[in-house]
């Protein structure tokens, strides 16, 4: 994982190696609630594997990400899903696993 700052010309300055999240992944859904970024789900290389884990990390001053850690899993394996954060809670939206493709929305309230 990388971080760069935003110069105030509005340029990306250079970019620097933050914290890592513990397992490689693609098509994972990620975002940002407050001061932490969650990596929902996703496939390991070439697609294969779907991940059902979520992992959070701290967003510290400067931009740089404080440690990954285990939160709560899905419910079950996931990748290619959408995700939203919304009035403090995490929507992850459709996606699929290697057999179904998912119509539902997961809602998850995480602490503080």
Same mark, same amino acid.
Do not use: C, K
């Given at each position: 994982?990388?971080?760069a700052? @935003?110069?105030?010309? !509005?340029? @990306?300055?250079?970019?620097?190696?933050?914290?890592?999240?513990?397992? !490689?992944?693609?098509?994972?859904?990620?975002?940002? *609630?407050?001061?932490?970024?969650f990596? *929902? &789900? /996703?496939? &390991? %290389?070439? &697609?294969?594997?779907?991940?059902?884990?979520a992992?959070?990390?701290?967003?510290?001053?400067?931009?740089? *990400?404080?440690?990954?850690?285990?939160?709560? $899993?899905? %419910?079950? $394996?996931? /990748?290619?899903? &959408?995700?939203?954060?919304?009035?403090?809670?995490?929507?992850?939206?459709g996606?699929?696993?290697?057999?179904?493709?998912?119509?539902?929305?997961?809602v998850?309230? $995480?602490? $503080?």
């Amino acid at each position: 994982m990388t971080v760069a700052p @935003i110069n105030p010309d !509005g340029t @990306i300055g250079a970019w620097s190696a933050t914290t890592p999240f513990a397992t !490689g992944r693609g098509w994972h859904a990620s975002l940002l *609630l407050g001061a932490r970024a969650f990596v *929902l &789900g /996703g496939t &390991g %290389p070439g &697609g294969g594997t779907y991940f059902g884990d979520a992992q959070v990390a701290t967003v510290l001053p400067g931009g740089a *990400l404080g440690a990954w850690a285990a939160t709560t $899993p899905l %419910p079950g $394996p996931r /990748g290619a899903a &959408g995700a939203v954060a919304v009035g403090g809670r995490l929507y992850l939206i459709g996606g699929r696993d290697a057999t179904t493709e998912f119509d539902r929305v997961d809602v998850m309230t $995480p602490g $503080p």
